[in-house]
């Protein structure tokens, strides 16, 4: 069975891939890490395997307990990655595959899993084995770890008693003999398969893992969001929860050894004279650029269209918005090819801004509605990227707010067409980062509905 595997429920991120009897793993620095790094380790991974995200049979990801932010990218991407690829999902608790993990090395039936919550409590949660499956005994909880009790014939497994060796007042006669830290184990043991070994992970600062009891807030963020794919099934169904049998989108792309960075160049001309006034109630569109024109990669039929209110529409890579657009796309490998285009979108009254030390140049404005025809005949897009809800707003015509605008996928001009957040405010909000890393995913593997 192919499958794939990730875990970033705590400081250390895990992923595992396995085609037939191969198994590739990775495991590096979690946190606020996981969000940047996540996505090029399953493309490295898949490259590794000769895999492509089509050829997997589901996406297994960890669901917590565990840090409420990691659980968040852990959520959001493998959400987006199932939702474009038309994957099942099969989010795994922590604490059974812990208790998992005992019954696989030790043979434990009767188990109780105890994990640092961290701010000086415990996650805990009891299990039991019989006929042949997990019965939970003790529903998942969180308490100091002095109040917490171990009936017998129950073996404490997990990591908590490293954390707290004087505090868990346990019977002296129960079985403790197991310490299993979870970051280094058993993602992949409720699926059947074999385990890896674990490597010591470096120390790492404390990071706050009470905000909530994270199986609840992951459980919120895998919901379907239910997004409508209008009018043609281009992978934008709602991920599935239970493995069956779905057309699949096709995978990421395979990772590549070569930076390429350049000044965006302007497509074709558009007919418009540069900077003439439009009625000021209408939105206006600028040409649109070629983001990586010395580029030699890609294909013209996996072509990007990108809109945004970029602050310099003739530079849209420049500035601190612009640069963080292109580590967006670069994350997806997209800087290797030269069909990704750029165009600039103002709104009613406004002038676009130059960004400091780029010098400006004159923009040839277009009423929106004409220009964005003219710009998909010309750069013939697989999919359409609009970020911001103000501009999204303007190209769908909608008056949606930005997250239900977000859980569709749209069509303009027949392009499938998928909303995220505008660079200027995940530059502003951080946390948002990991959900525009799952839109990106959604329209990686988007294609126009055939003919």
Known sequence: MNLLAFDTSTDTLFIAIQRGDQLWQHQAAGGANSSA??????????????????????????????????????????QGLALGAELPLLPIDTLLAVAEEARHQHGCTDVMAVLDARMSEVYHAGYRWADGLWQATHALGVCAPEALTVPAPFVVVGNAQAAYPDRLAFDEHAPMALNLDPRQRAMLQEMGITLWMPTAASPAAPVPQREAVAVVAAQEVVAPAHPAVVPAPVGGASAPTAPSPAPMAPALPAVAAVTVTSRA???????AAANEALPSTEWQIAPAVQAYPAATGGSPQDAWLVIWEAPNPSAPLEGDTGKLLHHMLRALWLH??????????????????????VPAQPVAWQSLSQGLAAHVQHTQPARILVLGMHAARAVLGSEEALGRLRAQVHQVQHIPTVVSYDPAYLLRSPHAKPAAWADLCRAHALRPPSS
């Open 37 to 78: 790094t996540l996505i090029p380790a399953i493309q490295a991974g898949l490259q590794a395997l000769d895999l492509k995200l089509v050829d997997l049979k589901a996406i297994v990801f960890g669901r917590g307990p565990g840090s409420f932010t990691g659980l968040r990218t852990s959520c959001a991407i493998a």
């Open 265 to 271: 160049t302007p497509a074709a001309p558009v007919t």
């Open 336 to 357: 290797h090819s030269p069909h990704v285009w750029i165009a600039g979108v103002q709104r009613p009254g406004h002038e676009a801004l130059p960004v400091a030390g």
